[in-house]
């Protein structure tokens, strides 16, 4: 991931009666990635780099992770290295943005 390219939406933290706080918000954001695809040893052929974006439509304090919104874009780079960058980029998107997005939920209740 290179670049947060955009931010928008709403966050807030309430307190109930008794002291427990909560967070509510309700966002949306687009992550700029860039990737590189080497070839074989044998091969004449450069590197092919990848650029893309991964837009998470809605991160919503009423939904569950499953529920999160995203979409993942690839441009800029030969049609079998975008698919084959754009898969992993789904499938990192579990390993890598939701633990972020789980702190973010954390450490918005410890605030």
């Known amino acids: 991931m290179t670049e947060l ?3 928008e939406g709403d ?12 967070g509510c918000f309700d966002l949306s954001f687009t992550v700029k990635w860039r990737g590189v ?4 040893a044998d091969s004449t052929e450069d590197e092919d780099e990848v650029k893309g ?4 439509k809605e991160f919503c304090s ?8 995203f979409a993942v874009s690839a441009k800029d780079g030969k049609s079998e290295s975008k698919a084959l960058l754009k898969s992993r980029v789904e499938k990192s998107v579990e390993a ?7 702190q973010f939920c954390e450490e918005l209740k410890e605030m």
């Open 53 to 56: 974006e991964i837009v998470v």
């Open 11 to 22: 966050s807030s933290v309430s307190t109930r009666k008794g002291g427990k706080k909560f």
């Open 96 to 102: 890598i943005l939701l633990p972020k997005l789980r």
């Open 62 to 69: 009423t939904n569950d992770e499953d529920e999160y919104d």
């Open 5 to 7: 390219s955009k931010f």
């Open 37 to 40: 695809v080497g070839v074989a």
